[in-house]
């Protein structure tokens, strides 16, 4: 059973916030502060109160509202304990394998480094749903800023265990042009070639593709799939290591 409401909204140029609400208990949080001005607009649309912000990252597109938030709600900050000195306001430090009790759900917590260093990310599993900031895009995965392949592809890995029906909530629409890259990786592939057409039907109309799911991301997503035989052959990597082809990928994509 659904504990949690979540809503989702466009933020700056190219961001999603998330509220996510408990009703029994009345606790509502964000994820992440990318706009602090639209998220106090949707809580009130919603009449919902403040009471959490869980970031996944240090980056200001994540955190750059924290503490305007947290001084006119007196909400309680949740983040990395990895990266704590760079996530503003931090009041709670979770990291891997921890459980955050958020009202009557309860969100796992994986470190996720690649990214940033101390990248974060939230899985509830009753409701099926996972708030992955920067690790895991829409056909693609977040730029390595601060982390190796090998860090990022064991993080990915982590995800990959999710159930099939797992809704990924992911921080940016990224998608269309993920998928134009993926396209040139993974160019035989009939389910991503499928699954674009949709992407542009949905885009041309202003619509989100944002919440994926992890059965479509294991189908479509390059950085999920170093395994494949087609984009090994694509590649010239037919004997390679996983996170080679992976560290391959990522770098064609940092070009493209
Ligand atoms: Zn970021
Ligand atoms: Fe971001």
Not at 59 to 70: A, E, F, I, S, V
Not at 176 to 192: K, Y
Request: with cysteine; aromatic share 8%.
């Amino acid at each position: 059973m659904a504990l949690l409401q979540i809503h989702q909204f466009p933020c700056l140029s190219d961001n999603y916030g998330f509220l996510i609400h408990e009703r029994l208990s009345g606790v509502t949080a964000t994820i992440d502060t990318p706009d602090p001005r639209a998220i106090n607009r949707e809580l009130e649309r919603k009449r919902w109160r403040l009471t959490h912000i869980l970031n996944t990252h240090h980056h200001p597109d994540h955190t750059g509202g924290n503490m305007r938030l947290k001084e006119s709600t007196g909400c309680i900050v949740v983040g990395p304990r990895a990266d704590a000195a760079r996530i503003p306001g931090i009041d709670l430090q979770v990291g891997e394998g921890e459980t955050l009790e958020f009202g009557s759900a309860k969100a796992r917590i994986y470190d996720t480094p690649g990214h940033t260093r101390g990248h974060i990310v939230y899985y509830f599993a009753s409701e099926n749903a996972g708030f992955v900031g920067d690790t895991l895009f829409a056909m693609g995965c977040g730029r390595l800023f601060e982390g190796s392949p090998r860090q990022m592809w064991d993080s990915l890995q982590k995800l990959l265990n999710w159930p099939g029906r797992t809704r990924i909530y992911c921080a940016h629409e990224y998608t269309r042009s993920n998928g134009r890259f993926a396209l040139t990786v993974d160019p035989e592939n009939r389910a991503l070639i499928k699954r674009m057409e949709e992407v542009e039907r949905l885009r041309a109309e202003g619509l989100p593709t944002v919440p994926t799911t992890m059965r479509q991301e294991r189908r479509t997503n390059p950085f999920l799939r170093p395994g494949s035989r087609g984009i090994r052959a694509q590649l010239g990597m037919q004997g390679a290591d996983n996170v080679d082809v992976f560290a391959e990928v990522r770098r064609r994509k940092d070009r493209f």
